[in-house]
């Protein structure tokens, strides 16, 4: 079959091949990011936040234990702050840094680095060959190893697996494709019960590593509630889409539950956490079996089952709305308020997609990445879909789509999610084109220019943003914050990071919350604020601090967070922060230091940044 209907296994390229042309462009890839000037192969240090705060956790857990321990102590002194973040990455790191401190001698800390650094790429290749072997059931011959490079391609995907990015999304992304994939295969024999559960799995392994998760499973489960109305005659008595459907939800149940015992002591086993993996997404998947479980005992008629899908639906949907009612909202539902009134709105992952202007418009291509084209491979597939009777799977892909699609629309941060299900579709572009009725070199010319649309115009886009974000910093060479690499090496050479932490290092408020997690590692302070949903309270402190028009308000907050130093560097003062005429920050910036503060002298320190101490009585 040359289209969407199946393929004969001997008519593709075995998967081991396939993995190693992707491994080759993985490295040629990760390795062009890695080398260029501030990369991670260049410089060793960390892309971004995330990463470092995900090092402070690893590192604490090897230092430390506390398998259950939610808080870093390290960030937002004195309690530490509270992480939503769940072990199984921590896990990835902490396995081979172990290695390489056992057998290669490098310190832990090092280790650490390495190990985090290096993973998302490993973990973007081996998404990459999930992708071509998820593909399978789709497209014919190069149909596989297209998915898996457009995947590897897809610019949000590798922006957030390019080295020194120590992230949970590529993870998610590589348990979305297995899901996937395994999804495909039940829905293409209903009697593939071992697919199903493996789908399941997956999708529970993903609310267990983020209930971001939460984009894969719903729309999987609803592929296959769609599949059983669709069935019409079939599936009666019992079993069909129906119980291939029950298997995914009950799969992803016992790896949700898998998820709490790991994560919680006992007695937390019934936290009914929003944005970490909880007994309510157990609840999800469970709630999910028992509709597919009475769906199976309906009659046949397609009418007759999309009402009944239908009511069903609704009735598990409100009693979860019951229990848990702000389930809708997931991890946002966990945040404090002063992080969503402050903070999150200026987060540019969290913000939307928009096409006001130009640069708008290659960031929204940039972020959609091979989406267009999946939906074009989608439309022109569909009839041969239709007609080899195997409607459910591109059905299933589509709503994957659509919900992963709208969610990156509203918030840029899941357009690696996205790639997932345009990769898949996208690839069966130039199979198409290959397959058209139409002399030979039309046909090539044609596969070029589709591949060309799935990869090439989302490239370009993060090409033209890249050079418009180079051109922006030299023009405005004082828009760097704490976070300036020169700022930061001044300040750990000016008090190195011990060997071990302790409760005794000095705290320090900071006027860039983003540089917290960097300092908080490179240096011997503990810095009191970290850019998380759950640590309002440590950057609301900040703001007042650096706000205050009256020294009382700031020193009183200093003296509850136990902090002895301020650090303020040049650049726009956060969103959230007061500025002007009368603020400490204003004040401090124009020489007008108040007597409760002393100005240290800190070699190689560049301009603009002054480091103060407070005057203890």
Same mark, same amino acid.
Not at 427 to 436: D, K, M, Q
Not at 447 to 468: E, I, S
């Given at each position: 079959m040359t289209t969407g209907g199946g393929t004969a296994p001997e008519a593709l390229l075995p998967l081991p091949v396939i993995a190693v042309f992707l491994l080759l462009a993985a490295l040629v890839l990760h390795a062009g990011f890695g080398v260029q000037p501030g990369g991670f192969l260049a410089t060793g240090a960390l $892309?971004?936040?995330d990463s470092w705060t995900r090092s402070l956790r690893v590192l604490a857990l090897w230092q430390d234990g506390g398998w259950f321990e939610e808080t870093l102590p390290r960030l937002a002194p004195p309690d530490g702050l509270s992480l939503h973040w769940t072990r199984p990455l921590d896990i990835l790191i902490l396995l081979p840094a172990m290695g390489l401190h056992g057998l290669g001698g490098l310190p832990r800390a090092q280790a650490v680095l390495v190990a @985090? !650094?290096?993973?998302?790429p490993v973990l973007h290749w081996l998404a990459a060959v999930a992708a071509a %072997? $998820?593909?399978?059931p789709l497209w014919p011959r190069l149909g596989p190893p297209m998915a898996g490079l457009l995947l590897l391609l897809a610019p949000p995907a590798l922006s957030y697996a390019a080295p020194g990015r120590s992230d949970h999304h590529t993870l998610i992304l590589l348990a979305g494709v297995l +899901?996937? @994939?395994a999804a495909l295969r039940a829905l293409r024999d209903p009697a593939d019960a071992r697919a199903a559960g493996w789908a399941g799995a997956w999708l529970g392994f993903g609310l267990w590593v983020s209930v971001e998760g939460l984009l894969f499973a719903a729309p999987v489960l609803a592929g296959f509630g769609l599949a059983w109305v669709l069935e019409g005659h079939a599936g009666w008595p019992p079993g069909g889409m129906a119980g291939?459907? =029950?298997?995914? +939800?009950l799969g992803m149940a016992a790896m949700a539950a898998l998820g709490v015992v790991a994560e919680y002591p006992p007695a937390a086993w019934l936290? !009914? +956490?929003y944005d970490k993996v909880s007994e309510q997404h157990v609840a999800i998947a469970l709630l999910a079996a028992v509709v597919f479980a009475l769906a199976g005992r309906i009659r046949p008629g397609a009418v007759r089952r999309l009402v009944a899908g239908a009511v069903l639906g609704a009735g598990a949907l409100g009693i979860l709305l019951l229990l848990y009612p702000r389930a809708l909202q997931a991890s946002i539902a966990g945040a404090d308020a002063d992080a969503v009134a402050q903070f999150l709105p200026a987060v540019k992952e969290m913000q939307a997609l928009g096409l006001g202007d130009a640069a708008a418009r290659w960031n929204a291509l940039f972020m959609l990445g091979p989406a267009p084209a999946g939906l074009s491979a989608l439309v022109l597939a569909w009839p041969a879909w239709r007609r080899a009777g195997r409607s459910a799977l591109p059905a299933m892909l589509g709503l994957v789509l659509l919900a992963t699609a709208v969610a990156t629309w509203r918030h840029q941060r899941f357009g690696a999610d996205l790639a997932a299900p345009a990769a898949l579709l996208a690839a069966g572009l130039p199979v198409l084109a290959l397959a058209a009725p %139409?002399? $030979?070199?039309? =046909?090539?010319v044609a596969a070029l220019g589709a591949l060309g649309l799935a990869a090439g115009l989302p490239l370009l886009g993060g090409a033209r943003l890249g050079a418009a974000a180079t051109a922006a910093a030299e023009a405005d060479p004082d828009a760097g914050r704490c976070g300036d690499p020169a700022i930061i090496a001044a300040l750990a050479r000016f008090r190195p990071a011990p060997e071990r932490w302790s409760a005794e290092d000095p705290v320090l408020v900071a006027n860039d919350t983003n540089a917290g997690p960097e300092l908080a590692w490179r240096s011997g302070f503990r810095p009191v604020a970290g850019p998380y949903h759950r640590g309002g309270a440590a950057m609301a402190d900040t703001y007042t601090v650096f706000g205050a028009t009256e020294d009382g308000a700031a020193r009183a907050v200093l003296a509850r967070r136990g902090a002895t130093w301020l650090l303020l560097c040049p650049g726009t003062p956060e969103p959230g922060q007061p500025r002007g005429p009368g603020t400490l920050a204003e004040r401090l910036a124009q020489g007008a230091v108040p007597g409760w503060l002393d100005p240290v002298a800190v070699p190689d320190l560049p301009a603009g940044a002054r480091l103060f101490r407070l005057r203890l009585p």
């Amino acid at each position: 079959m040359t289209t969407g209907g199946g393929t004969a296994p001997e008519a593709l390229l075995p998967l081991p091949v396939i993995a190693v042309f992707l491994l080759l462009a993985a490295l040629v890839l990760h390795a062009g990011f890695g080398v260029q000037p501030g990369g991670f192969l260049a410089t060793g240090a960390l $892309a971004d936040t995330d990463s470092w705060t995900r090092s402070l956790r690893v590192l604490a857990l090897w230092q430390d234990g506390g398998w259950f321990e939610e808080t870093l102590p390290r960030l937002a002194p004195p309690d530490g702050l509270s992480l939503h973040w769940t072990r199984p990455l921590d896990i990835l790191i902490l396995l081979p840094a172990m290695g390489l401190h056992g057998l290669g001698g490098l310190p832990r800390a090092q280790a650490v680095l390495v190990a @985090g !650094g290096l993973l998302c790429p490993v973990l973007h290749w081996l998404a990459a060959v999930a992708a071509a %072997w $998820a593909a399978r059931p789709l497209w014919p011959r190069l149909g596989p190893p297209m998915a898996g490079l457009l995947l590897l391609l897809a610019p949000p995907a590798l922006s957030y697996a390019a080295p020194g990015r120590s992230d949970h999304h590529t993870l998610i992304l590589l348990a979305g494709v297995l +899901a996937l @994939g395994a999804a495909l295969r039940a829905l293409r024999d209903p009697a593939d019960a071992r697919a199903a559960g493996w789908a399941g799995a997956w999708l529970g392994f993903g609310l267990w590593v983020s209930v971001e998760g939460l984009l894969f499973a719903a729309p999987v489960l609803a592929g296959f509630g769609l599949a059983w109305v669709l069935e019409g005659h079939a599936g009666w008595p019992p079993g069909g889409m129906a119980g291939q459907g =029950r298997r995914v +939800a009950l799969g992803m149940a016992a790896m949700a539950a898998l998820g709490v015992v790991a994560e919680y002591p006992p007695a937390a086993w019934l936290s !009914g +956490a929003y944005d970490k993996v909880s007994e309510q997404h157990v609840a999800i998947a469970l709630l999910a079996a028992v509709v597919f479980a009475l769906a199976g005992r309906i009659r046949p008629g397609a009418v007759r089952r999309l009402v009944a899908g239908a009511v069903l639906g609704a009735g598990a949907l409100g009693i979860l709305l019951l229990l848990y009612p702000r389930a809708l909202q997931a991890s946002i539902a966990g945040a404090d308020a002063d992080a969503v009134a402050q903070f999150l709105p200026a987060v540019k992952e969290m913000q939307a997609l928009g096409l006001g202007d130009a640069a708008a418009r290659w960031n929204a291509l940039f972020m959609l990445g091979p989406a267009p084209a999946g939906l074009s491979a989608l439309v022109l597939a569909w009839p041969a879909w239709r007609r080899a009777g195997r409607s459910a799977l591109p059905a299933m892909l589509g709503l994957v789509l659509l919900a992963t699609a709208v969610a990156t629309w509203r918030h840029q941060r899941f357009g690696a999610d996205l790639a997932a299900p345009a990769a898949l579709l996208a690839a069966g572009l130039p199979v198409l084109a290959l397959a058209a009725p %139409w002399p $030979a070199l039309p =046909r090539v010319v044609a596969a070029l220019g589709a591949l060309g649309l799935a990869a090439g115009l989302p490239l370009l886009g993060g090409a033209r943003l890249g050079a418009a974000a180079t051109a922006a910093a030299e023009a405005d060479p004082d828009a760097g914050r704490c976070g300036d690499p020169a700022i930061i090496a001044a300040l750990a050479r000016f008090r190195p990071a011990p060997e071990r932490w302790s409760a005794e290092d000095p705290v320090l408020v900071a006027n860039d919350t983003n540089a917290g997690p960097e300092l908080a590692w490179r240096s011997g302070f503990r810095p009191v604020a970290g850019p998380y949903h759950r640590g309002g309270a440590a950057m609301a402190d900040t703001y007042t601090v650096f706000g205050a028009t009256e020294d009382g308000a700031a020193r009183a907050v200093l003296a509850r967070r136990g902090a002895t130093w301020l650090l303020l560097c040049p650049g726009t003062p956060e969103p959230g922060q007061p500025r002007g005429p009368g603020t400490l920050a204003e004040r401090l910036a124009q020489g007008a230091v108040p007597g409760w503060l002393d100005p240290v002298a800190v070699p190689d320190l560049p301009a603009g940044a002054r480091l103060f101490r407070l005057r203890l009585p």
